[in-house]
């Protein structure tokens, strides 16, 4: 009898469930809303144990070496090419860089500036291999060829400072704030290529936390108590959004930012301690920022766990990777989530927490520093091939 039959066999005489619990795996629970949309309760992973499943494997460096042409200083946002070539925006000495599949310096794209081609305040992305140069200061998206061709100038309107996003149909996401004095409300506007207007979805606003109150020069004022919970959004290739606020393990999947299609938990998540050593940290360095917090900041107001998770990206085929803290201090892991929302498995990750991480698709571009403190990126592949 081969494995597979065999495997077959036990299914039938045991039952999946039951082959789900020998694993440590289990059934995600699904129901209906109120509101009419599904929600997927998730008390443990359904794929994969642990981290014994998908791996990311790491692929190459860009590092040139020191001296080189292209040399990383402040590098940030990155792009990945369909053939590996990468951008990346460095900030030290402020270009937009190519690097060839094999790590070397290719050209040097954009420089700060106002002129045709340069940037002020630069966020970029690719579509079809064409970069898209994003620069709310300057309220233009530019397009470029990774030659280096200055192919058109589009004019836009909004000026929020979030990353440019492209969706399935070739649209561009622009975030747009509106600002009043008691309130603040955002909307993703989609926009054609050529800088045309379609549709927009509401934005998250800013979650309002619990800060420490005090009185300054210009008035009463407040201060944010440290390891505050955030609001976090993910755009959807095919329209919509993931929302979720990272204290409460419940994201929500969106068409309209106000709508609920589908909501999905992890329940009981690992939780993670914040040591006290850190919190009493946390409080001296903020009355050493501003001296008017003495008497006024306790480390009792501050949270004894982090938030349970942090990020939010997706992968080639709509998977949600959710960035979740780990008890080993600098470390963090990936929880996965299939687009309908059940929890396949946990995912370790070869780098530590601090890093800048940026998806593209199928591949993970890593901002981080070497052994000697010298900027690196590396690449890494999702290798499904565990479960």
Same mark, same amino acid.
């Given at each position: 009898?081969?494995?597979?039959?065999? !495997?077959?066999?036990?299914?039938?005489?045991?039952?999946?469930?039951?082959?789900?619990?020998?694993?440590? !795996?289990?059934?995600? =629970?699904?129901?209906?809303?109120?509101? $009419?949309?599904?929600? =997927?309760?998730?008390?443990?992973?359904?794929?994969?144990?642990?981290?014994?499943?998908?791996?990311? @494997?790491?692929?190459?460096?860009?590092?040139?070496?020191?001296? %080189?042409?292209?040399?990383?200083?402040?590098?940030?946002?990155?792009?990945?090419?369909?053939?590996?070539?990468?951008?990346?925006?460095?900030?030290?000495?402020?270009?937009?860089?190519?690097?060839?599949?094999?790590?070397?310096?290719?050209? *040097?794209?954009?420089?700060?500036?106002?002129?045709?081609?340069?940037?002020? @305040?630069?966020?970029?992305?690719?579509?079809?291999?064409?970069?898209? !140069?994003?620069?709310?200061?300057?309220?233009?998206?530019? =397009?470029?060829?990774?030659?280096?061709?200055?192919?058109?100038?589009?004019?836009?309107?909004?000026?929020?400072?979030?990353?440019?996003?492209?969706?399935?149909?070739?649209?561009?996401?622009?975030?747009?704030?509106?600002?009043?004095?008691?309130?603040?409300?955002?909307?993703?506007?989609?926009?054609?290529?050529?800088?045309?207007?379609?549709?927009?979805?509401?934005?998250?606003?800013?979650?309002?936390?619990?800060?420490?109150?005090?009185?300054?020069?210009?008035?009463?004022?407040?201060?944010?108590?440290?390891?505050?919970?955030?609001?976090?959004?993910?755009?959807?290739? *095919?329209?919509?959004?993931?929302?979720?606020?990272?204290?409460?393990?419940?994201?929500?999947?969106?068409?309209? $930012?106000?709508? *609920?299609?589908?909501?999905?938990?992890?329940?009981?998540?690992?939780? =993670?301690?914040?040591?006290?050593?850190?919190?009493?940290?946390?409080? %001296?360095?903020? &009355?050493?920022?501003?001296?008017?917090?003495?008497? &006024?900041?306790?480390?009792?107001?501050?949270?004894?766990?982090?938030?349970?998770?942090?990020?939010?990206?997706?992968?080639?085929?709509?998977?949600?990777?959710?960035?979740?803290?780990?008890?080993?201090?600098?470390?963090?892991?990936?929880?996965?989530?299939?687009?309908?929302?059940?929890?396949?498995?946990? @995912?370790?990750?070869?780098?530590?927490?601090?890093?800048?991480?940026?998806?593209?698709?199928?591949?993970?571009?890593?901002?981080? *520093?070497?052994?000697?403190?010298?900027?690196?990126?590396?690449?890494?592949?999702?290798?499904?091939?565990?479960?």
């Amino acid at each position: 009898m081969t494995h597979t039959c065999a !495997l077959g066999v036990i299914l039938l005489l045991l039952g999946a469930p039951a082959m789900l619990a020998q694993a440590g !795996l289990a059934k995600p =629970v699904i129901g209906k809303l109120p509101s $009419g949309g599904a929600s =997927v309760v998730n008390t443990g992973p359904s794929r994969w144990a642990d981290t014994n499943g998908w791996k990311l @494997v790491y692929e190459r460096t860009v590092q040139p070496a020191e001296g %080189e042409r292209g040399g990383l200083e402040n590098p940030w946002g990155t792009a990945l090419a369909s053939d590996g070539r990468l951008l990346t925006v460095d900030f030290k000495n402020p270009a937009i860089r190519l690097y060839g599949a094999n790590g070397k310096f290719l050209r *040097t794209l954009s420089r700060f500036g106002e002129g045709p081609g340069e940037f002020k @305040v630069p966020f970029i992305a690719l579509y079809h291999d064409s970069l898209y !140069l994003y620069d709310p200061r300057l309220h233009r998206a530019t =397009v470029m060829t990774l030659n280096g061709k200055l192919v058109r100038t589009i004019a836009t309107t909004v000026n929020d400072q979030y990353p440019l996003v492209f969706d399935a149909r070739g649209m561009m996401a622009l975030r747009a704030s509106t600002w009043t004095r008691t309130s603040v409300t955002g909307h993703w506007i989609y926009h054609t290529r050529t800088g045309e207007k379609v549709d927009s979805i509401a934005a998250l606003g800013f979650l309002d936390t619990k800060s420490w109150k005090f009185v300054s020069d210009e008035g009463p004022s407040s201060w944010g108590v440290p390891f505050p919970p955030s609001n976090v959004e993910l755009l959807l290739p *095919t329209g919509g959004a993931v929302i979720g606020r990272t204290d409460d393990y419940t994201l929500v999947i969106t068409r309209t $930012g106000s709508d *609920t299609v589908r909501r999905f938990s992890r329940a009981n998540p690992p939780r =993670v301690r914040i040591p006290d050593s850190v919190r009493d940290s946390a409080v %001296e360095a903020n &009355i050493m920022q501003n001296p008017r917090l003495r008497g &006024i900041a306790r480390v009792e107001d501050v949270p004894t766990q982090y938030p349970p998770w942090r990020s939010l990206a997706l992968d080639a085929p709509g998977n949600i990777w959710v960035g979740a803290r780990t008890e080993r201090p600098g470390r963090m892991r990936y929880d996965v989530f299939s687009p309908v929302g059940a929890f396949l498995g946990s @995912v370790a990750v070869p780098f530590a927490a601090g890093a800048t991480v940026n998806f593209h698709g199928d591949r993970v571009a890593v901002i981080d *520093t070497d052994g000697d403190d010298l900027p690196r990126i590396r690449i890494f592949r999702i290798d499904r091939r565990g479960k």
